[in-house]
């Protein structure tokens, strides 16, 4: 069976199915070979959240803006109900002075650049957040920070995937990709099928890299698990989303890190985010785990007993699931966007790590401008996928990190 | 009320034209009928109406019931208090 | 009233009251057997809503009866979402109706 399309992407996640559908707008014809079903992956094992106040100004900022911007036309396009689309603002709580220091010239950084961002005292935070801890002093507070439902999204993007003609073939794994001397790429499934195409778009997430080396290139993304609980449905609990600043202070300064508590190497943070049902979605470890998707009882229990001791009412709340993820991880924290040099005809939109909910719209619109040709005008050098080898040149630290495949 | 509009899923109140609709949409594991409608993400997980809905997709696809995947599972076994699970001594 | 009297292997029931157990439902007082399920007690005596769905507003009750389809949940003492099935009565116990996922009664900021 052979069939010519446009653009082959692998991977229906919800940066897949995003770049599948702002290619559709531009009229390319569209095949999405996913390895497992609908939701299968990492988008379907996360939270839901467009939250900008965690970025450090620059490129992650900027386009964590944008995509904000491209989800409320894709609201008044679609309807806010379609794609549960909420925008409950955000909190960062904050447990003591050193915290609150850095906080503040962090927060005061992204307030330059135009983001909505305060420090709210105890009195203010408390009366937003009844529920929470006397052990925090002080929280940023946004009212920004934006939230979707991830499988509401991608199904969005899947109904109009197929309404502009494109194709979705679920638990079709990619099995070799191979170059005609006319140019156009052959992909096998471990099917047995043969897709012919002019573009591969690799949009495999944490799976990026296994992609990568059937072209011969190296992708450095590597899978992080994250275990989240899931609660029942409640009553609101507060008005805001929260985040814990001790979490933000390790990744502002990695110096800080070892006098916070230790962690075990679970790399835990604090996330509480409502949905449009009710339930809380709590988070969340960072963990290197290879692809072992299992729970493990020490994760959760350290995420259960954290949120219990930050809202104490929650130990009257019902947990009713667990889950874990692989965030795709890129060695420098930022994701990975364009086409590989040496091997035109093939792009990589991957390793949005815990950004691929928020990054979605954006990723994918830029990436359909790249494959069309278009100059948006703005530089993505940052992005792209060969600024790996480029970087090893001149920075010793950044080759190590490539050169050691974890 | 038809018998379209009985409900499969009691938690989420998912009714059977729904679950009929994503499985014409070509979603026809447990998972995936669960991930486009809801379907089992209640209170008690699907442990109510996951066997249903298998057999609904069986009687729809001709898809054989004993080469449908039971839903994915996973811990808790059964709801619990967020209390319960913290205070429990290492063992 | 939905009580069984006499049961094959447990027996009769004791008619003795004085062992009754005062609870509330939705702000009404009713004397329920010591020991019994919230559920058990309801049902004895002809309350059989127990909630309103979330999304459609519609009344529910007993179902499965053994905690695991969880369509008995009610507000007990301010909590929400309580298994009346798998709960015993106790002592001035406040029980209301669920409307939705319910509301947080009487814990402020402390719970």
Known sequence: MTEHFDVIIIGGGIVGLSSAYYLGLKGKKILILEAGGF???????????????????????RLSLESLELYRQLVNDWGV?????????????????????????????????????????????????????????ASTYSNMDSQVNPFSVMRGFLTRIKKMGGEVRFYSPVKSLQKKASGSWIVKTSKDDEYYSDVIVNTAGAWAGEIGKM?????????????????????SLGKTNLWSASYMVTKLRPDLAKDNSPDNGIGLGFSFTRTTDGNYLIGSTREKAG????????????????????????????????IAGFRPASVDGKFILGEHKSVPGFFTAAGHEGDGIAMAPVTGKILSEMVAGENNKQDYSELSPDRFKLQSTDNERVFNVVGSKR | ??????????????????????IDEGFVTVNDVKRRTRAGMGLCQGRTCGKQIARIIAQKTG????????????SPVRTEKMEIFKGEQDV | MFRIKHHPILGDVDENKEDDVLIYVDGKEYNVRRGEM?????????????????????????FCGIGRCTDCVMTVNGIPNVRTCVTPVEDGMKIETQKGSGEWGGLGGKA
């Open chain 1, 39 to 61: 939701g299968h992956g990492s988008s379907g094992s996360c939270d839901d959240m467009i939250l900008l106040q965690s970025k450090k100004p620059g490129i992650n900022l």
């Open chain 1, 81 to 137: 109900e379609e794609l549960e689309f909420l925008n409950l603002g955000g909190m960062i709580l904050i447990q003591n002075q050193q915290e609150l220091s850095i906080m503040e010239d962090f927060v005061q950084q992204q307030q330059k650049i135009g983001l909505d961002v305060t420090i709210v005292d105890k009195n203010e935070m408390k009366s937003l957040q009844p529920y929470v801890s006397d052990r925090f002093i």
């Open chain 1, 215 to 235: 072209v011969g290139e190296e992708i450095p993304v590597s899978p992080k698990k994250g275990q989240l609980v899931i609660t029942e449905k409640v009553p």
């Open chain 1, 291 to 322: 692809f072992a998707k299992q729970n493990s009882y020490e994760a959760l229990r350290a995420v259960v007993s954290q949120a219990v001791d930050f809202l104490p009412v929650l130990n009257e709340v019902h947990f009713i699931r667990t």
């Open chain 2, 1 to 22: 009320m038809t018998d379209k509009d009985v409900f499969i899923c009691r938690c989420e109140e998912i009714t059977l034209a729904e679950i009929e609709q994503a």
């Open chain 2, 63 to 74: 898809i054989p019931l004993e080469s449908l995947l039971p839903g994915t599972t996973r």
């Open chain 3, 38 to 62: 919230i559920a058990a007690a309801l049902m004895a005596n002809g309350i059989r809503v127990f909630r309103k769905t979330i999304k459609h507003n519609l009344p529910r009750g007993i």
